[in-house]
């Protein structure tokens, strides 16, 4: 890979702009392929809009056009985790996040809990669930979870993140308080196939007791549901009960 | 893709500022039960540094005689291999598989 090639890829990484890597792999012509355009080696329109497909599908993959083999390396910016709530389950999920390639951020409008020194490294937000989900505005490469237990900050961060195609939503809680929290939501509007995206209780069945044992089940969920795992089907009917 | 912990671009880039002369080694296509998906990285340095991986152990000491090559001529080179049974199996996996890597200078 040529140097200055290189570096502009590294570049689209650090601004966080998805950015795929086209080579042919005959002689190692290379290209690199973003909303803003092409940069590099020239590329066939058919490579260029299957790697904008790529892009969308997060997957590397070797596609063959005119007799010519090109490698697609998308590098989409980092997976994200939205904790509501900076309580001790949430330090569990900042610490163990990363490594599995989440960028965290906590909301979590109390100064008594959002410290630095409770979440070294990690994003604090200290607006208010609706507003800070508002400017954060979650995709479908992002995780939400709230954990605070308060209607006044769980609901208005559920009730945007339902807005979303973020491709989890958890909320903490027991079943009983599960309940409660969806009729609350369905009262502002959402519909039952909506709420049932809310996975409560939180997290895998895994017996989970201690804060990082939380942490756990909840994290192994969000990656059985990003990969697709029979392990974290619900029967809608439970989902939504 | 896979999200890794391991940033293996920016190590790379690390190593070439630090003046080091760098190949890369990435998994294009896999068939059967290989140990690392397409987009898995291997840097590697002239002096024997390493970071990342194309595969659970298997095939990095031929990948890294051929990066030599690579960054001696500075012409990029495909490979392909068979992961063994046996090498598979230490991986955890019950079967073989082959993988296609893509071994480049970092110019």
């Known amino acids: 890979m040529r140097r200055a090639l290189f570096e502009a ?15 042919r792999l005959a002689d190692g012509a290379q ?3 973003a909303d803003s355009g092409v940069h590099g080696d020239a590329v066939p329109e058919a490579i260029v809009a299957a790697a904008h497909q790529a892009l969308r599908d997060d997957a590397a993959r070797v596609v063959e056009h005119a007799g010519e083999r090109w490698f697609l390396h998308p590098h989409n910016p980092p997976l994200r985790l939205i904790i509501v ?4 389950i949430a330090q569990g999920l900042a610490t163990m996040a990363p490594p599995l390639g989440f960028a965290v951020t906590v909301i979590d409008p109390r100064r008594f809990f959002a410290t630095a020194e409770r979440f070294p490294g990690v994003t604090l937000d200290d607006r208010w669930p609706d507003e800070a989900m508002a400017a954060l505005a979650p995709d479908r490469r992002s995780a939400v979870v709230t954990l605070t237990h308060d209607p006044k900050l769980d609901d208005p961060a559920l009730d945007a993140a339902l807005r979303t195609e973020a491709f989890y939503i958890g909320a903490l809680g027991s079943r009983r308080t599960h309940a409660a929290r969806l009729a609350r939501l369905a009262a502002l509007g959402h519909a039952p196939e909506t709420l049932a995206r809310i996975r409560g209780p939180v997290g895998l069945a895994i017996e989970a007791v201690t804060a ?3 942490a756990l089940a909840i994290l192994a969920e ?5 990969r697709g795992a029979a392990l974290v089907a619900r029967p809608l009917a439970e989902a939504a009960a | 893709m896979t999200e890794e912990a391991e940033d293996v671009l920016a190590i790379a880039g690390r190593w070439v500022a630090e003046g080091e002369t760098v190949a890369l080694a990435t998994v294009v296509e896999t068939w059967g039960s290989s140990p690392r998906p397409p987009g898995s990285r291997l840097a590697i340095t002239a002096s024997g540094r390493l970071a990342g991986s194309v595969s659970g152990g298997c095939i990095e000491g031929a990948v890294a005689d051929v990066a030599r090559e690579v960054m001696a001529t500075g012409v990029p080179q495909l490979l392909s291999f068979g992961v063994t049974n046996e090498c598979a199996w230490e991986v955890g ?5 082959t ?3 893509f071994v480049e200078k970092l110019a």
């Open chain 1, 9 to 23: 890829l590294q570049a689209e990484r650090a601004a966080k702009r998805p950015v795929l890597l086209a080579t």
């Open chain 1, 31 to 33: 290209a690199l392929i």
């Open chain 1, 85 to 88: 709530g900076a309580v001790h």
């Open chain 1, 212 to 214: 990082a044992e939380i």
């Open chain 1, 222 to 226: 969000i990656v059985g549901v990003r």
């Open chain 2, 93 to 97: 996996l019950a079967c073989g598989g």
């Open chain 2, 99 to 101: 993988v296609t890597v």
